[in-house]
């Protein structure tokens, strides 16, 4: 069974401050998502990762891939209250042959930035 | 508006009753997911379909539940006898090929008292 791990789970942080949220997963895939979602609202599409090594970046958010460590991380820099939201990572199955469709996702990041 | 539509929004029930929600997904997506989402939680996949085809459930779908797209178009999603524990909001997401690229829709918020 896939597990998907993100942490911390809860991110307080100050205005201005930089940090970064991992995620873990179990099995091989070339494949991973990641969502925002605000309080009662539905999942926005950050970033698609294709492969070991992508990079991608979106004004102050930047999401990485390392398929041999299993690990993608979402850097956040000089954060700004329009940030706080819930962040998920998604692993997609369907690139490790296991031919499911379905998306993995984690618990998410629950992040707050305080002015 | 093109996006992934559901209705209704919310939802509150009784403890026994049938619920049934409906998902218009995007017009050229052929691929449509049905996911589950409890407070402070991912969402945890239910079924897919491609086109009518429904090509995958998770164990999560029980007997109560069943999903339909007939056509290839809506999709609904039916609970039968809806017990506290399915209180959650439901997604509906499409694309066209495979989660890459799924848009979600804003979700139908289930409460059963």
Redesign the interface.
């Known amino acids: 069974e896939l597990k998907v791990e993100q942490n911390p789970l809860f991110l307080s942080m100050q205005e201005g401050k930089n940090y970064t949220i991992y995620c873990n997963y179990s099995t091989t895939s070339d494949r991973l998502y990641w969502y925002r979602q605000d309080p009662g609202k539905s999942l926005e599409s950050l970033f698609v990762l294709l492969s070991n090594g992508a990079v991608k970046q979106e004004g102050r958010l930047m999401a990485s891939l390392d398929t041999k460590a299993r690990l993608s991380t979402l850097h956040i820099t000089a954060a700004v209250h329009d940030l706080s939201a819930t962040y998920f990572c998604a692993v997609d199955p369907a690139y490790s042959g296991a031919g499911s469709y379905q998306l993995t996702f984690g618990k998410g990041t629950k992040l707050s930035v305080i002015p | 508006d093109t996006g992934v539509s559901q209705d209704p929004r919310h939802k509150i029930t009784k403890r026994g009753q049938n619920v049934t929600f409906r998902c218009d997904p995007i017009s050229e997506h052929n ?1 449509l ?1 049905w996911y589950r989402q409890t407070l ?6 239910l079924t ?1 379909f491609q086109n009518e085809a429904q ?2 459930k ?1 164990r999560l779908l029980s007997d109560r539940f069943s999903a339909e797209r007939p056509k290839g178009s809506f999709s609904t999603l039916e609970i039968q006898r809806t017990e506290q524990g399915d209180s959650a909001m439901y ?1 509906c ?1 499409s694309s066209n090929r ?10 139908t ?1 289930l409460t059963v008292v």
């Open positions: 691929r997911y402070g939680q991912g969402p945890e996949f897919y090509l995958e998770s997604l997401a495979g989660p890459l690229e799924a848009f979600f829709g804003q979700g918020r």
